[in-house]
């Protein structure tokens, strides 16, 4: 994995498993239709839906790189925006909250080259 941006995408796929394990060890804690302590049932259900999502963007991320770039782009932006929300009006976990912004940041410092990189693979190949 000598490419940069393999390695970029293998590290979008680890962050995402952490979060994709996360969200389905509440699951099965909760069940699925569990109103995460009363919170809106839109907050609920993108949450819960987080742990489809996680995982779908993980395989796209190592099947379809591109379209894995995309979902990841797509997923964190929504989650920050959304927890934002959620800190504003409920309160959150500031660790969690921190480190899905840090996240986010290299995400989206980092899509470009991750992006870029299967072309260049191809490229490479010739």
Known sequence: MKNPASIIRFL???CL?????NHARILCE???WW??????PFYAAFWTSLT????????LLLTRPRAGV????LIIV???LVNTSVALSYGLDSASYIAQFVFMVFVLSTARRAWRGPVS???AAN
């Open 70 to 73: 995309v979902l990841t782009t």
């Open 12 to 14: 979008y796929a680890g």
């Open 35 to 40: 109103n995460y302590g009363g919170v809106l």
């Open 52 to 59: 489809f999502l996680d995982s779908l963007a993980v395989l």
């Open 30 to 32: 909760h069940g699925l």
């Open 17 to 21: 498993t952490g979060a994709t394990w």
């Open 121 to 123: 693979e191809a490229a």
């Open 78 to 80: 929504g989650d920050v």
